[in-house]
């Protein structure tokens, strides 16, 4: 009902034209000051397909996708005075609908987690454990990595397509999560070596 609501402000009405060129920092700013709605529809028609396709990943239906869509962009006009510009807001958005998205799976008792991975001793993360390079990520097959993406955990999931898709820092990553750098790289680390372990045991 609210994204509705600002469809019907827009139409007919060119004003957000004016403000199309602006950066997203600058367009958040605008809208918290103001707590405008017809702004927020810029926003909105910005970032709808990108937060659906991650919705995307954690629905069972295209509605179920298109329901989780709308209920972000609702929290999301509540909160976007959160936003504090310590990262890029196209990375803080995608953090924030990871969040509500997995959040949104933990809720949902009837659905099976889908990571299917073995359990590992927690000794074998220690911080003296060889890291896995970056590269041995970026050389997957397409197909197979989006497999094993599937069968990990919705947190691990996260923070790799946060840190590989959308090109977040450590330190981004550590502001985004609020913690330290260092627990930042142990969690990659333990998220990468699941999703090897899973895409080796793929055909």
Do not use: H
């Amino acid at each position: 009902m609210f994204l509705i609501l600002i469809n019907q402000t827009r139409n007919g009405n060119g004003r957000e034209d004016a403000y199309k060129d602006l950066s997203d920092e600058e367009l958040v700013a605008k809208i918290v000051a103001n707590n405008d709605t017809l702004l927020f529809g810029v926003l909105y028609d910005r970032y709808v397909k990108m937060v659906y396709n991650k919705c995307y990943g954690f629905a069972r239906s295209d509605d179920e996708a298109e329901d989780l869509t709308q209920d972000i962009f609702l929290m999301l006009f509540v909160k976007l005075a959160s936003f504090k510009g310590k990262s890029k807001f196209s990375t803080w958005l995608y953090s924030f609908t990871y969040n509500f998205c997995v959040n949104y799976v933990n809720r949902d008792k009837q659905r099976k987690m889908s990571d299917q991975s073995v359990a590992m001793e927690d000794t074998e993360y220690k911080l003296a454990q060889d890291d896995v390079p970056d590269e041995s990520i970026y050389e997957l097959k397409a197909n197979k990595l989006a497999k094993a993406l599937e069968m990990i955990s919705p947190e691990n999931k996260s923070i790799l397509l946060l840190k590989y898709q959308d090109g977040a820092s450590v330190k981004e990553l550590s502001d985004l999560l609020e913690l330290g750098e260092s627990a930042v790289k142990m969690r990659l680390k333990r998220a990468k070596t699941k999703l090897l372990e899973i895409y080796n045991t793929l055909g």
